[in-house]
């Protein structure tokens, strides 16, 4: 018997509808524009990414200081984005040289960028001193040392990145405050890197930070994490060896991707961790507040993206169910090859037609593993019709590869009523470009 097929809106960005049961984004149709501009192609809506900041906005005014939106480079970083997170005073973490160029080249104001990693080199540590960053984030004590030897013009800015010791409730590679994570300073050691912070002239303990994983729909982790890092900086403080003047808890809400996925009233749950911050502050420090810097990535452009593809090859299995194979997969989405994670989709010709049965969404990679979609329910599919996967805007090109010789999509941005480029498509003379050939 037939059945409905589902549309969960809140998966979609906010400028997508429908009309005439197709769906558009913004004037778009999006299966002439599939046909048109070619798939895979990724778009980016700015009216969701606005609402998503929005949302932490007003929800960081309980805190009774100030407080700043940090953005999560490797979400998904470019020029035209950190363009346009720039214009909209936004900070920026970052944890490469080409992340870091890539902020400069886009005019972040330096004094909003920290430079993150756990294994920085020397060169990248002296190209954010040059760069003049707002603060470097110390995650182990040999960076520390090799910090310790430098000869900055002024004093460098560090924060303390604190392993909390904590367990997300996350996919276990995206747990990264537990005790054999590879982030972060033990407790003890970060007392003691405050300690040596305070030993060298050049050097300034300015700020603390945590982050226990990414993709956590519970808070109540999240609100130890912040209990242990306002201890940590009560005690710094009273051994005099800094002023903590900024405290970051880091990022890592969770956002739906599939109909069966809790919903993240955004606004409600930034309000209630910043709110929790503010008490545990009064508790357990008492003096006065910090910055607040929240390090959203996914929860800030993930809805916004979607990924188009074309349908090409279509199995009809014997128990009714479909393999429908798509001409993008897990190099430009790695997601659920790597840790399970489950989408839904829509065909942007026929949306809410009667759904056909249960579908497998595949790409064309020689990995079984290439898959987008283990099982969804869609309308009757036929070659070259265009399937829409929503809640793509964060790691996926972040994590996109060259497999197979695979080139990597091109990128809208919906705004103002226009589609405007962010990344061409990759051409064949881009990809053997890099190679040196033999001289045989």
Not at 243 to 263: E, F, K, T
């Amino acid at each position: 018997m037939m059945r409905p097929t589902q549309f969960p809106r809140h998966l979609w960005p906010l400028s997508l509808h429908f009309f005439r049961n197709r769906l558009f984004l913004g004037g778009f149709d999006l299966s002439e524009l599939g046909r048109t501009v070619g798939t895979p192609l990724y778009l980016y809506d700015a009216a969701t990414i606005d609402h998503a900041i929005s949302a932490y906005r007003r929800g960081m005014k309980v805190w009774p200081g100030r407080s700043l939106i940090t953005y999560a480079s490797k979400a998904w970083l470019t020029l035209p984005l950190a363009q346009l997170l720039a214009h909209r005073k936004l900070g920026l973490d970052v944890v490469s040289p080409g992340e870091l160029t890539i902020a400069l080249r886009a005019d972040f104001n330096p004094a909003l960028l920290h430079l993150h990693g756990n294994n920085k080199p020397p060169a990248l540590l002296q190209q954010a001193v040059n760069a003049g960053v707002g603060a470097i984030v110390v995650d182990n004590l040999y960076e520390l040392s090799l910090l310790e030897v430098m000869s900055p013009p002024s004093p460098m800015a560090l924060w303390l990145r604190l392993n909390p010791d904590l367990l997300a409730p996350t996919h276990a590679y995206r747990q990264t405050g537990h005790h054999g994570s590879k982030f972060g300073l033990a407790r003890s050691d970060a007392l003691a890197a405050a300690q040596r912070i305070a030993a060298a002239p050049h050097l300034q303990l300015t700020g603390l930070h945590v982050h226990i994983g990414s993709g956590v729909f519970e808070l109540a982790p999240m609100f130890e994490a912040i209990d242990r890092l306002i201890d940590l900086a009560a005690d710094i403080e009273k051994e005099g060896w800094g002023v903590i003047r900024a405290l970051s808890p880091g990022g890592g809400l969770g956002v739906p991707y599939h109909p069966d996925d809790p919903a993240m009233p955004l606004y409600q749950l930034v309000r209630q961790l910043c709110a929790y911050a503010a008490d545990s502050w009064g508790r357990r420090h008492g003096g006065p507040h910090p910055v607040l810097i929240l390090e959203p990535g996914r929860s800030l452009i993930a809805r916004s993206g979607v990924a188009a593809y074309t349908v090409g090859a279509i199995r009809h299995l014997e128990d009714g169910s479909r393999i429908i194979a798509v001409d993008g997969g897990m190099s430009d989405n790695i997601r659920p090859a790597l840790y399970g994670a489950r989408y839904t989709a829509a065909l942007a010709r026929a949306p809410l037609e009667e759904s056909a049965g249960p579908a497998r969404i595949v790409g064309p990679l020689c990995e079984s593993g290439d898959f987008l979609i283990e099982e969804v329910d869609l309308p009757e599919a036929r070659p070259g019709d265009v399937l829409l996967i929503p809640v793509s805007g964060a790691y996926h090109l972040s994590m996109s590869s060259h497999y197979n010789g695979v080139l990597h999509p091109p990128v809208y941005l919906h705004a103002n009523s226009r589609l405007i480029p962010m990344q061409r498509r990759e051409t064949l003379h881009d990809l053997m470009r890099r190679d040196m050939p033999l001289d045989l």
